[in-house]
């Protein structure tokens, strides 16, 4: 038995039952060394950390154990999440060697409510990619087809719960990089409203579009997860408490009523299986008593043109702080300044050298107003289109990738044609709202695709509800990659 065959509440069901965590550990440790050599998934297994948590876990009486909402679930962690004592690296050079004096917020509460933390996960480094290609530590690979992508930037992520090493794990989304990689990788993933979860302990990328997120195989284990690490946090000042009660999953299944909105260009721009999946899902939703529109949001075209000026924009100064003095490595120098650009000069890769070069120049005098401001106008017109569609439905519906997992190599030389990869997913960014990837089916290529839900602000229930119903009507019951060993059977 593998980590990803039970359900998070089965799981934890079972560790309130009596079942020994460290088995529970155990099992996934010996999966993981399967399948690691041939992915990659992972920059730090954490097994003896892992190991005597559980332990702790099984000391527990029975009271103690049931009080515990995620007891014994295993669970994988992005590396650019701190969790004390514990190496992060954010994919970069710069940070090697470095272990963090605290965790992060979203890690600490799985903790305190009972998950393992099995290990870190790879990224883009700094989480800027759509393909885990630009970790300093090697790229993953996606479990569905080793020749291709996981997706980015928390491919290690996607990946890891695709095989099966870990149930749930926890990634971060500023443009896409929880729902693209978990699109490329078959497994359910979630941006959350925009403070809803808190951002402390999360390396920063850009402030301003940066929410920590869960991915999972399936939609009830990301609302449980996202339950447990929502809410205001004192450490983040942008965190916000959601609607009381949480985040409900209808299991009635029935989408009566529901009024449903087709973004018509998105669904213009997605390449053949990616429109198949997305009619099929219309179809799925109009059986169920939703009633399907198509909606326009007219200024989305400029939404990766406004993204990629305000996230490099955000980044060129969160980045400053590695500097070679506070943290990881340090590039020799006669003086400070040649510390400073040995350090960088060195310890930076190709593409976050690109995005602080083209953040510092939006930023300058005399292009402030040209770039960065023209972006934030747009940031502000984009979140009048989605307040005017989300006056006539309830829900979003576009795919949340224009094709499936590109093969390893494919756009690494062409940062445009890597950057198009976004185009579905930052408009969630850009306006805080709160958006879903679902797994929806197989092509005849043996790759994953998926649908995107996004809601109004807040409305992450709603997501959960109009997931499930989705997931409950796929045509085939929902098997992982083959060849993981936990493919159909
Ligand atoms: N792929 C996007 C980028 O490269 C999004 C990254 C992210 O969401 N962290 O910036």
Same mark, same amino acid.
């Given at each position: $038995?593998?980590?990803?065959?039970?359900?998070?509440?089965?799981?934890?069901?079972?560790?309130? @039952? +009596? #079942?020994?965590a460290v088995r529970r550990v155990e099992? *996934?440790?010996?999966?993981?060394?399967?399948?690691?050599?041939?992915?990659?998934?992972?920059?730090?297994?954490?097994?003896?950390?892992?190991?005597?948590? #559980? #332990?702790?876990?099984?000391?527990? +009486?029975?009271?103690?154990?049931?009080?515990?909402?995620?007891?014994?679930?295993?669970?994988?962690?992005?590396?650019?999440?701190?969790?004390?004592?514990?190496?992060?690296? *954010?994919?970069?050079?710069?940070?090697?060697?470095?272990?963090?004096?605290?965790?992060?917020?979203?890690?600490a509460r799985l903790q305190a409510a009972g998950a393992l933390v099995i290990g870190k996960t790879n990224l883009d480094e700094f989480a800027m990619g759509s393909s885990t290609e630009h970790s300093a530590y090697g790229p993953t690979k996606n479990p569905w087809d080793v020749t291709r992508v996981p997706g980015g930037s928390s491919g290690g992520s996607a990946a890891a719960v695709a095989a099966g090493t870990a149930l749930v794990a926890l990634g971060s989304d500023t443009g896409g990089s929880v729902r693209q990689p978990a699109a490329f990788c078959g497994v359910v993933g979630l941006k959350p409203t925009y403070g809803r979860?808190?951002?402390?302990?999360?390396?920063?990328?850009?402030?301003?579009?940066?929410?920590?997120?869960?991915? %999972?195989?399936?939609?009830?284990?990301? *609302? @449980?997860?996202?339950?447990? $690490?929502?809410?205001?946090?004192?450490?983040? *000042?942008?965190?916000?408490?959601?609607?009381?009660? %949480?985040?409900?999953?209808?299991?009635?299944?029935?989408?009566?009523?529901?009024?449903? %909105?087709?973004v018509g260009s998105q669904r213009d721009q997605a390449g053949p299986e990616a429109r198949t999946a997305l009619d099929e899902a219309v179809v799925a939703l109009s059986d169920q008593g939703a009633v399907v529109s198509e909606v326009d949001l007219p200024h989305s075209r400029y939404g990766i043109a406004a993204y990629y000026l305000v996230a490099p924009a955000e980044a060129s100064s969160n980045l400053?702080?590695?500097? %070679?003095?506070?943290?990881?490595?340090?590039?020799?120098?006669?003086?400070?300044?040649?510390v400073y650009l040995h350090t960088r000069g060195e310890g930076f890769g190709t593409e976050v050298k690109r995005r602080i070069l083209l953040g510092t120049f939006a930023?300058?005098?005399?292009?402030?107003?040209?770039?960065?401001?023209?972006?934030?106008?747009?940031?502000?017109l984009l979140a009048q289109d989605y307040r005017a569609a989300f006056r006539s439905v309830d829900v979003l519906l576009t795919p949340t990738v224009p094709e499936t997992a590109f093969r390893l190599g494919e756009k690494l030389e062409d940062p445009w044609a890597m950057y198009q990869s976004d185009v579905m997913t930052v408009g969630a960014n850009l306006t805080g709202l709160p958006a879903l990837s679902l797994p929806w089916s197989v092509t005849a290529g043996g790759l994953p695709t998926a649908i995107q839900l996004t809601a109004p602000w807040l409305e992450e229930a709603r997501l959960f509800s109009t997931a499930a119903a989705l997931e409950a009507s796929r045509a085939q019951p929902w098997t992982g990659p083959a060849g993981e060993g936990r493919g159909a059977s």
């Open positions: $038995m593998t980590p990803g065959d039970e359900s998070v509440a089965e799981s934890a069901r079972a560790v309130h @039952q +009596g #079942a020994s099992a *996934a440790l010996a999966h993981l060394a399967e399948t690691e050599p041939r992915l990659h998934a992972y920059l730090h297994v954490r097994a003896d950390g892992a190991l005597a948590d #559980a #332990a702790e876990l099984d000391r527990l +009486g029975p009271e103690a154990r049931a009080a515990l909402p995620l007891a014994g679930v295993v669970v994988a962690v992005k590396d650019n999440l701190v969790l004390k004592d514990t190496p992060t690296t *954010a994919g970069s050079k710069i940070l090697e060697g470095y272990r963090p004096p605290y965790t992060a917020t979203a890690v979860v808190s951002r402390y302990g999360l390396l920063a990328f850009a402030s301003s579009l940066d929410q920590v997120g869960p991915l %999972g195989r399936r939609v009830a284990d990301v *609302a @449980q997860v996202f339950q447990v $690490m929502a809410g205001r946090d004192p450490h983040d *000042a942008t965190s916000v408490e959601g609607p009381p009660g %949480g985040p409900v999953l209808d299991a009635t299944g029935s989408l009566r009523g529901l009024r449903v %909105g087709v400053a702080r590695y500097d %070679g003095v506070r943290y990881g490595v340090r590039g020799e120098g006669q003086d400070l300044a040649e930023l300058a005098e005399g292009y402030y107003d040209a770039y960065y401001l023209k972006a934030l106008k747009t940031r502000t």
